[in-house]
């Protein structure tokens, strides 16, 4: 009987291991992987002078809220998502239109006291100068 | 006494010949001064020539004699004046030039013969006409290194004789090819030309492309061709191109349109649609001027489009890229 209780501990502790480690690395692929072409179509293109690469803060965001909300609840139910701008290769916060750099920082309860707390930089490089 | 004589003779009387003998060189004793004529066509409607008589000598009396005819040696109008007073150092006259009668393609020959009253020659003024060669057309990469010219665009009487004008046109720093460092905007700014035309004239300025891929879908096509009109525009000292219209362009893609569209955006800048690089790589742009200038010139460029790197993508192949990091 001990054994049968046991076993079944075990093997509720094993799947509930599964569940966070598949919820976790759920959410950070999510983040890792946030596809590129979402910051590339917020850069507005349509400039009457020369070209300054730069986001769009709405159209980004948009973009983002809706890529993680599509993604996020299948391993959580509970989470936040702040965004944070600032300029390339600076970290204070962009209060300007010309903000070419994001931070991403997704918060998310997994299980009891286990939580998701990660943070992604984003930024606009130019490659050829 | 004698001596004194002497030196007087030897300082003071050569300075005032000297003196006289360089402002005869410099200014004849009987010039012209014109209105200008021109350009000039065959059998044209015959035009005023109005001459101004300059003298050195305040007054003088004589006689003109206008001559023209289809060549020096077959003379067929004659008109010789009265005797003329001139006085203030100038005379006001003015012929007909007989252009219906005689100016053929070979050219018009006149003659004005300054005479004295008894008909003994002060000075002669012969000059050819010609009329303007035009529409020619010449390609750009054909005058590299050399002008065009059209000769006879206009002329004038001045103090050396009959002063012709010329029209010309040249390509300096000529480039075979568009080199942008983004494909992003087709510039045209840096195609730029050289000519001394006082007013910019044209017929016509196009730009053209080949869109078999019809990548411009929203754009006009003839025979799998995209025209965009241009205007031609002095800037410095040079002549370059700008786009004749307004264009919409879709913010999202730059996909261009010459009407309105549903959430195209107003532009004066000709955008190249995005991810489309290597097909217009492939594409020669034409620039062809038709009618520039007085002599109507057509004027035909070619130009291969190079790109070096894309807008934005990855950081190998283009301008911008976007770079993530776990913070």
Redesign the interface.
């Known amino acids: 009987m001990i054994i049968i209780a046991i076993a079944l501990l075990v093997m509720v502790m094993s799947v509930q291991c599964f569940s966070v480690t598949y919820r976790i690395n759920g959410i950070n692929r999510t983040l890792?992987e946030?596809p590129?072409s979402l910051?590339?179509?917020a850069?507005?293109?349509?400039q009457?002078d020369e070209?300054i690469?730069y986001f769009d803060k709405d159209e980004l965001t948009k973009n983002l809220t809706y890529y993680y909300d599509n993604k996020l609840p299948k391993y959580s139910s509970d989470y936040t998502i702040n965004y944070y701008f600032s300029k390339t290769g600076e970290t204070s916060y962009c209060l300007g239109k010309m903000c070419n750099a994001i931070?991403i920082r997704i918060r998310a309860k997994i299980i009891f006291l286990t939580n998701y707390d990660?943070?992604?930089?984003?930024?606009?490089?130019?490659?050829?100068s | 006494m004698r001596l004194l004589i002497k030196l007087l003779f030897l300082f003071f009387i050569p300075l005032p010949i000297c003196g006289f003998n360089l402002a005869s060189n410099s200014t004849p004793e009987i010039y012209l001064t014109s209105n200008e004529i021109g350009p000039l066509t065959a059998y044209q409607e015959d035009v005023e020539l109005k001459v101004v008589v300059h003298s050195t000598t305040a007054t003088r009396t004589f006689i003109d004699v206008f001559k023209c005819g289809p060549s020096q040696s077959d003379i067929q109008y004659s008109k010789t004046s009265a005797i003329r007073y001139l006085s203030n150092y100038k005379y006001n006259l003015t012929y007909i030039l007989p252009l219906s009668d005689f100016l053929s393609n070979n050219g018009m020959y006149c003659e004005i013969r300054i005479e004295n009253y008894n008909h003994t020659l002060v000075a002669s003024f012969p000059f050819t006409l010609f009329p303007i060669v035009t529409n020619k057309t010449i390609n750009a990469k054909d005058y590299i290194k050399k002008t065009f010219e059209v000769d006879n665009i206009k002329y004038r009487f001045m103090m050396s004789g009959l002063n012709k004008e010329k029209e010309t046109i040249s390509f300096p720093n000529y480039l075979s090819y568009l080199n942008i460092d983004q494909y992003y905007k087709l510039d045209l700014s840096s195609v730029y030309f050289s000519s001394n035309v006082k007013e910019i004239t044209y017929t016509s300025a196009l730009m053209s492309f080949y869109d078999f891929d019809n990548i411009f879908p929203y754009l006009a096509h003839f025979l799998n061709k995209v025209f965009i009109p241009l205007n031609i525009v002095k800037k410095d000292k040079y002549l370059t191109f700008e786009y004749k219209n307004e264009f919409y362009v879709n913010p999202k893609n730059c996909q261009m349109s010459l009407t309105p569209k549903d959430g195209f955006v107003l532009t004066k800048h000709f955008y190249l649609p995005v991810n489309e690089k290597n097909k217009m790589l492939d594409e020669k742009i034409s620039i062809d001027i038709s009618g520039f200038g007085v002599g109507k010139t057509n004027i035909k460029w070619s130009l291969e489009y190079l790109a070096s790197y894309n807008l934005i993508g990855d950081c190998d192949t283009s301008q911008y890229c976007i770079v993530g990091e776990q913070v």
């Open positions: 890792l946030t590129i910051f590339e179509v850069i507005p293109l349509i009457d070209f690469a931070e990660k943070s992604m930089r984003f930024e606009v490089r130019e490659a050829h």
